[in-house]
């Protein structure tokens, strides 16, 4: 039975993530809860290891015994980079080499799969996104994303190891939260619907993302992790398809049976205004992955928020 390493286990795509793997195997975590919070593992079979990924001795505890690792710890978002380009580089680009390193000191050969970002290719404007593309980022996360995957895929060649490093897209679903200056754009027009409050956009609200729903991003990785799927370049984890938050908030609008009320402010500064990805190159790797649809995937989220309103 394999075990596996998640880093950012306690935040929202890594809670997905060990509840997936515990079906298959041990599963371990590492995480500084500066983002994450334990009650996302509720009900799931994960040890928690409290600590930084810069801190080597926290990484090579956690590293024991481990045969992969899903590397998602990460200062996330692209306006906290711009308030702290630092720690979003020391996080991010450091964590991500210091992470590396504990894996080839393990002993054991482990996989490493690594969390990249759609930012990367910023103000390229050309579209689909495709991974030959130049990538032209617009902000530090952006730049301390490309280093990433960059360092990832450079230790194929420098050390032999097996890794994939993925661009995720806008990623959606239950536990992840609305409520804190940095939240993603779902979990607020979702909160703030289920409030009967006016939605917030920044601008016209007709920029577009390839939203993919947290269980697909989950059930690929692990596919990755269980077949050591390896490959020298970045690959595109999203489906192509290509959804404006006016059409999102549509949606949510039918779901809970309520017109909705927006308010439009200035656009955000770093903010891209298209993206979709050309998913080839994650089909050829991963025939088998189904996408769950936006709407199914927007219903789970507003139950999930709907219950945690409802206790709070
Ligand atoms: N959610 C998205 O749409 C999206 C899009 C592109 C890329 N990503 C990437 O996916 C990964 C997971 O993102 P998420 O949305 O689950 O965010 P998240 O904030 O919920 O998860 C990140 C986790 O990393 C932990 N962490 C941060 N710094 C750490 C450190 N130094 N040591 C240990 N743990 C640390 C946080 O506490 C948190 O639990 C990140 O690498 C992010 O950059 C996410």
Redesign the pocket.
Known sequence: MSKLLV????????SHVAEAWSHHGEVVG???????DRANLEGIDAELIE????DPDALAHAMEGVDAVVH?????SVPRSIADPEASHE??AT?TLRVLEAARANGRDPYVVV?????VYGANPELPKHEQMMPMPMSPYAVS?LATEQYTLAWQYSYGMSTLAFR?????GPR?APGHAYA?VIPVFVDAALRHEPLTVHGDGLQSRDFTYVGTVASVLVDAALRRVSHPQPVNLAFGTRTTLLDVIGLIGAEIGDDLRVVHVESRTGDVRHSQADNTVLRSLFPDAQPVPLADGLRDTIMWLHQRQAVS
């Open positions: 880093t950012g286990m306690a935040g929202f795509i890594g590492l995480d500084d809860l500066s983002t994450g600590g930084s990924i810069l998602l710890a990460a200062r996330p996080a991010n964590g969390a990249s970002s759609s930012s994303k995720f897209f806008n990623v959606f992840q993603a």
